[in-house]
């Protein structure tokens, strides 16, 4: 896609228009590991909004990729791959806290820190935040999505 767009801001200004900007993101991973595919005909390959605290407890302890060793004491010694496993992944995404986050992955890395305390650690911020959007949503009415999706004039005029 990014010749695309590079072509598009190449071309816009010569048909006068502005150029469009561009963005780069990064994608979640499925549960399962990047290299799989999040699917809708499978439900445990990713979180929903609507999930509860015991499915997304479940859902990360018993699908999440680890990126852990075989037993508790490889782990201690080698360490986890935070470049493998989804929990680090998606705390990457969630956690806050840059400085908490660079200590975590020094203590999994080398094996201070293990997979089931890396999960706890996911889980607890992703429980909160999806806790907040469902009480979120409950307080949006027929009427606040009648308003939001009533056409409206523009400000802008191209």
Do not use: C, W
């Given at each position: ?34 290299m799989t595919k999040m699917s809708a005909s ?117």
């Open positions: 896609q990014d010749p695309y767009f590079r072509m598009t801001r190449d071309v816009a200004p010569r048909l006068g228009f502005p150029k469009p900007a561009l963005l780069h993101t990064t994608f979640l991973p499925a549960l399962q590991g990047a499978e439900a445990n390959s990713s979180l929903y909004l609507t999930d509860t605290n015991a499915q997304i407890k479940k859902k990360i302890n018993k699908y999440a990729f680890s990126g852990g060793q075989a037993t508790i004491e490889d782990h201690r010694r080698l360490g986890g791959n935070v470049d493998v496993d989804v929990s680090y992944m998606y705390l990457t995404f969630f956690m806050e806290d840059d400085q908490k986050l660079q200590q975590i992955k020094e203590d999994y890395s080398s094996g201070k820190m293990l997979t089931g305390e890396l999960k706890k650690e996911l889980i607890g911020i992703l429980q909160k935040i999806v806790s907040q959007h469902i009480e979120r949503r409950k307080q949006i009415t027929d009427e606040t999505v009648k308003e939001f999706m009533t056409p409206r004039k523009l400000k802008y005029n191209y």
